[in-house]
């Protein structure tokens, strides 16, 4: 979704009907994009990805059907067996696609995800599903109802998702774009080099860091999305820098070393008046079990974990031996 923010700011100055689809339920697919979608025009022209752009065509075909003063509309798609194939998705699947004109989107919701800040836009659809009203919800706003307490859930997670709410009067489509993970890496060398490498893959922002001054600066300006990866062993960088991103509490803190350089970090963070319970919070030795050993392997590891945490998975496991939807 932040990368249609350029384009749907043009269309609208440019006063163009375009139109925003993005899921409401899914089935199939397989690992897909959660913050997937589209804006299309009657002309045919499409900006985003969603499934591949195997509905562009069809969507586009919706959004011309739209009757005047109509400001929502639900269209069922599927794609199956060899189609699905030919347009790079994994598996089949159907899905239900809201569409709505740009006219009904609140402009706040652009600005703000051109910032890069936390947001949800939460839209309720009349039983019908031809009417919709949205409304920006701030990570930072008081939950109000069961959709506000919902966006805040998902903002929550540090990753994009939607969950779609049914009532009495209608659906509420709840969006969450939480803003994306900051790693602060403390120290250089190669595997600082590979983790960077990995969150920019992962699409989030990541930073090198060299001395505790600079890590403050950089850990306080980005405290809701900081992830402190501290690779040096150096007293005077490592202590500083953890104990100062506890005080923080920032989403994620790990620390790479032996156990004997984890238990001298320890003592000197203790001695630096560091709490016990605050301690649990440093993921130290770093990284997830997955029998890591090369560089590019712990910084998988190290990723992994960061992503597990963020999403609450903390004692997360092979797939094959949990239990519920996969994608959840």
């Known amino acids: 979704m932040r990368d249609l923010v350029e384009t749907a700011r043009q269309w609208v100055a440019e006063g163009r009907a375009g139109y925003l689809a993005r899921p409401v339920t899914e089935q199939g697919f397989g690992p897909r994009d959660p913050g997937g979608a589209v804006l299309v025009d009657a002309r045919g022209e499409c900006a985003g990805s969603l499934y591949q752009g195997v509905f562009d065509a069809e969507l586009v075909a919706e959004a011309g059907a739209m009757g005047a003063g109509q400001t929502a509309r639900v269209c069922e798609v599927s794609v199956r067996g060899a189609e699905a194939e030919e347009a790079g998705l994994t598996c089949g699947g159907q899905a239900e696609v809201l569409l709505q004109p740009l006219s009904a989107i609140?402009?706040?919701w652009w600005e703000l995800l051109g910032r890069g800040v936390g947001v949800a836009l939460v839209t309720r659809l009349n039983e019908d599903a031809d009417q919709a009203v949205s409304e920006v919800v701030r990570a930072d706003a008081a939950a109000e109802d069961d959709a506000?307490?919902?966006?805040?859930e998902l903002l929550a997670t540090r990753r994009a998702g939607r969950d779609a709410l049914y009532?009495?009067?209608g659906l509420v489509l709840v969006e969450a774009y939480p803003s994306a993970p900051y790693v602060v890496i403390g120290g250089g060398g190669e595997l600082a080099g590979l983790i960077e490498r990995q969150a920019l893959l992962l699409g989030w922002e990541a930073v090198l860091v060299e001395g505790a001054e600079e890590a403050r600066k950089v850990i306080g300006a980005r405290r809701d999305s900081a992830c402190v990866v501290m690779l040096s062993h150096d007293?005077?960088?490592d202590v500083p820098t953890l104990r100062f991103a506890l005080a923080e509490q920032v989403p994620y803190i790990g620390a790479l070393g032996s156990r004997r350089t984890t238990t001298r970090r320890r003592e000197g963070l203790l001695a630096a008046g560091v709490s016990e319970a605050?301690?649990?919070l440093v993921h130290g030795p770093?990284?997830?079990d997955l029998g890591a050993r090369t560089p590019a392997e712990t910084s998988l590891a190290i990723c992994a974990e960061i992503l597990s945490v963020l999403g609450a998975r903390t004692g997360a496991g092979a797939l094959r031996d949990a239990e519920g939807p996969i994608n959840s």
């Open 106 to 108: 609140p402009g706040e």
């Open 148 to 152: 506000s307490r919902r966006a805040g």
């Open 167 to 169: 009532g009495d009067s």
């Open 235 to 237: 007293e005077a960088f």
């Open 278 to 280: 605050q301690l649990v």
């Open 286 to 288: 770093i990284g997830l």
